[in-house]
């Protein structure tokens, strides 16, 4: 394998996205002291934080990944010495970081401001870890979902449905027993309950991505 | 045979082998056939237009070639390797039809780009002199035409030293300008030894530049052949003189396809050209600027795939 190859792959969609990226995470900046505050106006900011993320995922599967199979570029590009190998690993690996990037900056943000304050709202620190795992993995779901199905309606199916599930997951998981209740403590609960959810949500990541590599790698037709 | 005898005998060998081969090869799309066990052979340095109209298996054949998709039957060859090889990717350029490319890169990104894939490129500057983009070097390729953009996609097929090119519908939407500087590009890849396959709706760019002829019709192989041989192959001919002689009597005389009268001179399409000719000087004492020309690439093609349908 030609790691050249796979590195300037991922560096040149890193480059295409790289307003996407910053866009995402100074949105997601800009969204998190509003989601601090009482009221309706922290749930604007919650929801604008959430839709900073869920674009991202977005747009990244429907400009890396289906544009460039409905605008031929894929082809142009698998036409090069370039296996359909390298383009798998590049395009997950691209994908990835560029959701990563904006995602860990967010994450980030979140916990190091909730440990900074004084006294510590911790509490919820394990429920937003658990959700922003949910999004990694819905934005893994839909990763996979087109490069394997390639299919403009599985996206849309795929978008609706991952969307849809945010809420569904914000009503449902936060009254599950082990979990219901601690994120008004103000230290962190780490109980069985949340550390097996994010651990369900972590395999699912990596489940997706497995998948979209094995199908990617070993797909012979591309026309 | 000596071992010397050998050597000479397996460069020679080498030397003449197909550069790209589909071999009796077989393609279908559900039930329909794209290739029906096609055999093509692109020879070393020549340039094999492939010809045939929408849907007849021009862009599968290249696609098999390039290993973008695999035959039900048949074998594929592409530098006498596979076409899933890189190594045998690595002397290819490909010029794709209705391909775009990033928009938010200039030509000269998209050549420096895709000339870091391949082993041993053209410097980026060279690319964008030999190719004549000097103009559009600079800009986003988004913001360019149609046109423009088939020829950053031109340099970025030709920017790797390819031994061959792939050319799919190439000066689609060039103006005459940036064609004649793409076919001169062309011919000087050709006298380098680069061997091109060219695919065009445009005959008389495949009469300008072509060594050979394949002509597709629903999946078959129909003909092929030098320019000349094609042209050979449709019996009729056009006759061209200046007479008196009506053109309505000459369209009833056997053998006529067609007669038309323009810019004062009888235009004649006929099967049996010697007869008509003979038949024209009877009837004309006065007939002169008599010329009698083989049929265009064009009416070959037109003929041959009208008989495929």
């Given at each position: 394998m030609n790691r050249s190859i796979v590195r300037q792959l991922i560096a040149k969609d890193l480059y295409l996205y790289r307003w996407l990226i910053a866009g995402a995470l100074l949105a997601g900046l800009a969204a998190l002291p509003i989601s601090g505050r009482e009221g309706a106006t922290g749930t604007i900011g919650l929801i604008l934080w959430m839709t900073a993320i869920t674009a991202l995922g977005i747009f990244l599967v429907m400009y890396g990944v289906?544009?460039?199979?409905?605008?031929?570029?894929?082809?142009?590009?698998?036409?090069?010495?370039?296996?359909?190998?390298?383009?798998?690993?590049?395009?997950?690996a691209a994908s990835l970081i560029a959701f990563l990037i904006p995602w860990g900056g967010l994450l980030a943000t979140i916990v190091g401001t909730a440990v900074a304050f004084e006294p510590p709202p911790e509490g919820h620190i394990?429920?937003?870890?658990?959700?922003?795992?949910?999004?990694?993995?819905?934005?893994?779901?839909?990763?996979?979902?087109?490069?394997?199905?390639?299919?403009?309606?599985?996206?849309?199916?795929?978008?609706?449905?991952?969307?849809?599930?945010?809420?569904?997951?914000?009503?449902?998981?936060?009254?599950?027993?082990?979990?219901?209740?601690?994120?008004?403590?103000?230290?962190?609960?780490?109980?069985?309950?949340?550390?097996?959810?994010?651990?369900?949500?972590?395999?699912?990541?990596?489940?997706?991505?497995?998948?979209?590599?094995?199908?990617?790698?070993?797909?012979?037709?591309?026309? | 045979m000596t071992a010397q005898a050998q050597d000479r005998f397996h460069a020679l060998d080498a030397a003449l082998a197909p550069v790209a081969l589909l071999a009796n090869v077989t393609k279908r799309y559900d039930k329909t056939a794209a290739l029906d066990d096609v055999t093509l052979a692109v020879r070393p340095g020549e340039l094999l237009a492939v010809l045939g109209p929408n849907g007849a298996g021009k862009t599968t054949a290249i696609g098999l070639w390039l290993g973008l998709t695999e035959p039900d039957d048949g074998i594929v060859s592409l530098m006498s390797g596979s076409p899933l090889d890189i190594q045998s990717r690595l002397d290819v350029g490909v010029m794709m039809q209705d391909v775009n490319l990033a928009p938010e890169l200039s030509a000269r990104e998209h050549v420096a780009l895709t000339s870091s894939y391949y082993r041993d490129p053209l410097a980026v500057e060279d690319t964008i002199a030999l190719t004549g983009i000097e103009a559009l070097a600079g800009k986003r390729y988004g913001k360019l035409s149609g046109g423009q953009k088939r020829q950053v996609q031109f340099a970025a097929a030709v920017c790797g030293r390819p031994k061959l090119l792939f050319l799919d519908e190439p000066t689609v939407g060039l103006d005459v300008q940036a064609r004649e500087t793409m076919w001169r590009t062309i011919r000087r890849l050709l006298d380098e030894g680069c061997s091109v396959v060219l695919t065009t709706h445009y005959l008389e760019e495949a009469e300008a530049l072509a060594d050979r002829v394949a002509v597709l019709a629903k999946g078959k192989l129909i003909a092929e052949g030098s320019v000349a041989e094609m042209r050979s192959l449709v019996s009729r001919k056009r006759i061209s003189c200046a007479s008196a002689v009506e053109v309505d009597d000459i369209k009833r005389w056997p053998g006529v396809v067609d007669a038309v009268r323009q810019e004062g001179a009888v235009q004649v399409t006929a099967f049996d050209a010697e007869g008509v000719v003979r038949k024209l000087l009877a009837a004309d004492e006065t007939l002169s600027h008599l010329e009698v020309k083989q049929a265009t690439l064009a009416e070959a093609f037109t003929e041959l795939t009208k008989e495929a349908a």
């Open positions: 289906m544009t460039e199979r409905q605008s031929k570029s894929l082809l142009f590009v698998l036409s090069l010495p370039i296996s359909p190998t390298q383009y798998a690993i590049a395009k997950v394990p429920f937003v870890v658990a959700l922003m795992f949910f999004m990694f993995a819905n934005f893994a779901f839909l990763l996979m979902l087109l490069l394997v199905t390639r299919s403009e309606y599985w996206a849309i199916a795929g978008i609706l449905g991952t969307n849809l599930g945010i809420p569904a997951y914000m009503n449902i998981v936060p009254r599950l027993p082990g979990i219901a209740g601690n994120s008004d403590l103000p230290e962190a609960v780490w109980s069985p309950q949340i550390l097996t959810t994010i651990g369900v949500e972590a395999a699912v990541v990596v489940l997706c991505l497995g998948l979209a590599l094995y199908v990617q790698a070993r797909r012979k037709d591309h026309i | -």
